[in-house]
């Protein structure tokens, strides 16, 4: 199938996929803890008869069960040497299902045949250990087995971190041309583990490239809902959605998908019109669930396909929009080694500390978008570049502009960007016209239009314009729209030029009016070498503004400037445009010296620094900031220093790191830190906690606050969120015993009586691993164990604990603290 024939197909109806795999395969006889792949191909009769009942039901893709088929998940089984094997054979029982569906039902329908892949369960650093590249290999290289049998289209789903789909369509993109669906699972807060929301997973996948985005599993349809109709908002692509048959229940010990065919189908049918244009089901959804929803919306016209794409820039948790009426913007301009001779110092010892407080400062003065440039002799910019990003987006979670005037380092800066970045920039000089515009388009990412060409300067504003449009060509014909080019101005200093800023101003209003085109500038420039820079930058400014400007690269702690640009809002009836002015200026009054060629303020104190040292003599700044920023490179030389002061260890962990990762999990609790920033922030704690461990008084080793055994239940190989609740009790001063994934029940049980623990930990992320979690709570009955069995994963929820017996229910690991301590009176 061709990218157009989907698309076509799409349009002209309702598309149905199928139901569940892996709850139907248990429900016909499958057991928990086997290798699936294995035990498919070892009852090959039962896969090839369950995706003939969906053809029957009315499915027009069906997925091939090559789900955890990559070299990783095969691993934990130890059959990685099976992986060419597997995918083949895996993909071939989903051909004999349709053979048999057109000669059992004689039917001329054309049927599809998905590509399934999934998540690794490896997290990808900087979060994890997994490097970017090696994960588009483990896709590249399942995709390499699978692409000789003939599949019609790729699908990616079960996702929770954006940047492992970022890394799966980058290897469907650079090993073939079929179309692609991507869908992600959300928790309650309508967010993924890693902190995405729908809005921002569409304007991004979609600008990569992918033919459609969706959500699938973690909750029935009624809270699906909200996800589809956010995203249909922000998106020129369909929409899937393959909903869980309800939350799952727990009846006679085994789990049971509560929304019958009939009410699933109904369900279904008001996802349809918030925006879905192809549906199915995920775990519980049998062929009669598909049959119902078939017969229920199959003659339901399917949503129209917007045209309008977004302006907008993002981070993995966070998305700005850049609208062309709107409120001014500020990107942020000093992360530049230009002039700074102690950046340039830190750069070349790979240290981010200068970069990552201009980043905070930057964005506390109103920064919407960050300009990273590193370029300067002596350093690999490359590598520069990429730490430098890392280290902006964990300070500031905001979106960047990748600057340097080197192809080869926007690219590499533009793979590994978790979201969607803008290249700062592309003119019509031939390096750049050639190389980087399918840049932008393969990476999603938006651009700075830089009216130059490899002879130079415009010589007027008609060569200016003939720039402009032929790079647009140029842009529209490899995919890109308008919405993803922001044109300079290119201003030029009025001391050479008098007309400098009038051919600038004419530029903005022509972009802006005529070509509704997004602009930029670089302010600066228009004051280069005349006394007072900062009256004729601001008025500039207030021209450009109400020329039509968008957005402009500057230093946001220019007060006289930053005013300006809220004050020319304010006049202009911005929406909130008066509350905001008033928030500035009451923040920053502007003041100026006679004679300062470039005012600013002192750099924007740190706040969090200022409150520790109101609130408590015992806590030790740079420590504390350290785990709630999640500086590791750091924390051991930060440690050494205080304790050179003469703190004890005892007193450093108790009174300064204890607090600093009660800080983090508040952020992570309030939803200003997502999974990242809390793994950073564990992390460091982790770091500073083993290097104090030996220095600590033998009686306090030994003494801990209770003994904690947790497991991933029997069954079930993820452990993700398992391995943050361990790491995070252990910060707390718990003793922890972490038995790892797939652990039987009665190995739980055994070790919680050996070790006399005082809490059982229990973690799944299976739908059909769940019900371990009741055998666990049985036997602890059974053998007189005294322990508190607490339990927690993706599929779990409070009602589920309180049904097994279990003595609480963690939707996290800041909660599984909360609630480890709650039941050992440690609050």
């Known amino acids: 199938m061709t990218k157009k024939e989907f698309q076509s197909l799409v349009q002209s109806r309702i598309m149905f996929v199928d139901g569940a795999t892996g709850s139907n395969l248990q429900q016909r006889g499958m057991p928990t803890g086997v290798c699936p792949e294995q035990w498919i191909l070892d009852n090959p009769e039962v896969l090839i008869e369950l995706q003939t009942e969906f053809l029957e039901a009315g499915s027009d893709i069906i997925f091939a069960p090559t789900f955890t088929a990559n070299r990783i998940k095969l691993a934990e089984y130890g059959m990685a040497e099976k992986l060419e094997d597997f995918n083949r054979e895996l993909v071939g029982l989903s051909y004999e299902a349709v053979k048999r569906y057109y000669s059992r039902c004689g039917s001329n329908r054309k049927v599809y045949i998905a590509a399934d892949l999934t998540m690794t369960g490896v997290q990808v650093q900087p979060v994890g250990p997994l490097p970017f590249e090696e994960l588009v290999d483990v896709y590249k290289q399942q995709l390499g087995y699978i692409l000789p049998c003939g599949v019609d289209l790729i699908v990616i789903e079960t996702m929770m971190s954006l940047q492992e789909c970022r890394a799966a369509l980058l290897a469907v993109k650079e090993t073939c041309d079929l179309p692609v669906i991507i869908s992600l699972t959300y928790n309650e807060m309508n967010r993924t583990i890693f902190g995405t929301d729908p809005k921002t997973a569409i304007i991004v996948l979609q600008s ?35 909903p869980n048959a309800g939350i799952p229940k727990l009846v006679n010990g085994k789990t049971v998908f509560p929304l019958e065919a009939e009410d699933f189908a109904a369900e279904m049918e008001e996802i349809v019109k918030a925006g879905a244009s192809i549906v199915g089901g995920c775990c519980g959804s049998t062929p009669r669930h598909i049959k119902q929803l078939v017969e229920r919306v199959k003659n339901i016209q399917p949503p129209a396909i917007s045209k309008a794409h977004i302006r907008a820039l993002t981070t ?14 500020i990107v942020g301009e000093r992360i530049n080694p230009t002039g700074k001779k102690d950046l340039q110092a830190e750069l070349r010892e790979e240290n981010m500390s200068i970069v990552s ?26 590598q520069i570049m990429l730490l430098a990003m890392q280290e902006a987006l964990l300070a ?9 005037s080197h192809v080869e380092v926007i690219e590499a800066a533009l793979r590994l960007y978790p979201g ?18 399918p840049i932008a388009k393969k990476y999603g990412a938006m651009f700075i239009l830089l009216p130059l060409s490899d002879q130079g300067m415009p010589k007027n504003l008609e060569e200016k314009k003939q720039i402009i449009h032929t790079i647009i060509d140029r842009a529209l014909e490899c995919g890109l729209a308008k919405e993803d080019i922001i044109v300079d101005g290119l201003v030029n200093t009025v001391g050479a030029n008098k007309n400098a800023s009038i051919e600038a101003l004419e530029t903005i209003r022509y972009c802006k009016d005529e070509l509704q ?34 957005m402009a690269i500057a230093n946001p702690s220019q007060d006289l400037l930053m005013n300006t640009a809220f004050a020319s809002d304010l006049l202009r009836g911005v929406e909130d445009g008066a509350e905001r002015y008033i928030d500035r200026v009451t923040m920053r009054p502007a003041t100026i010296s006679v004679g300062s060629a470039n005012q600013e303020k002192p750099e924007v104190q740190n706040v969090k620094e200022e409150e ?26 930060l440690v050494e220093d205080a304790l050179s002061t003469g703190i004890k260890p005892n007193e450093l962990i108790e009174k300064t790191l204890i607090p600093a990762i009660n800080e983090v999990g508040q952020l992570y609790e309030s939803q200003r830190y997502f999974l990242p920033q809390l793994i950073a922030g564990a992390e460091t704690m982790k770091m500073a906690i083993d290097y104090l461990e030996p220095l600590l008084q033998k009686e306090n080793q030994e003494s801990s606050k209770g003994t904690i055994v947790i497991a991933t239940v029997a069954g079930d190989i993820h452990d993700i969120g398992k391995n943050l609740v361990s790491l995070m009790l252990k910060n707390y001063g718990y003793r922890v015993i972490d038995l790892g994934k797939d652990v039987p029940s009665e190995t739980i049980i055994q070790t919680a009586i ?3 623990a005082d809490i059982i930990a229990l973690s799944a992320l299976m739908t059909t691993t769940m019900v371990e979690m009741k055998r666990v709570v049985e036997l602890a009955k059974e053998n007189g164990v005294t322990s508190k069995i607490i339990i927690g994963g993706a599929v779990i929820t409070d009602s589920y604990s309180i049904e097994i017996g279990a003595d609480g229910y963690s939707p996290d690991a800041q909660s599984a603290v909360t609630l480890v301590s709650k039941i050992l009176g440690n609050l």
């Open 754 to 756: 050996r070790e006399k």
């Open 357 to 382: 407080r201009f980043a905070e400062e930057q964005v506390a003065l109103g920064a919407q978008v960050l300009d990273i440039n590193v370029g300067m002799n002596g350093i690999d910019e490359k």
């Open 396 to 404: 500031a979670d905001t979106p960047l502009c990748i600057d340097s």
């Open 316 to 329: 993995e948790s966070k998305t700005v929009e850049i609208p062309l009426s709107g409120p001014f913007m």
């Open 420 to 437: 969607r970045a803008l290249i700062n920039s592309i003119s019509l000089e031939k390096a750049k016209y050639d190389n980087l515009i």
């Open 612 to 637: 520790m040292k109101k609130n408590s003599s015992d806590l030790v700044p740079s420590v504390f900031e350290a785990v709630v920023k999640g500086k590791k490179k750091n924390i051991i030389a």
């Open 208 to 242: 990569m490239g992918a033919d459609a985005v969706g959500v699938n599993c973690s909750t029935g349809p009624d809270k699906m809902i909200e996800i589809v109709r956010e995203m249909k908002r922000y998106a020129y692509i369909p929409i899937m959605a393959k």
């Open 517 to 550: 085109l997004a602009t930029i500038i670089g302010l600066s420039n228009i004051s280069f070498g005349l006394p007072e820079r900062q009256f004729i930058n601001s008025t500039f400014l207030a021209f450009a503004i109400q020329a039509g400007l968008t």
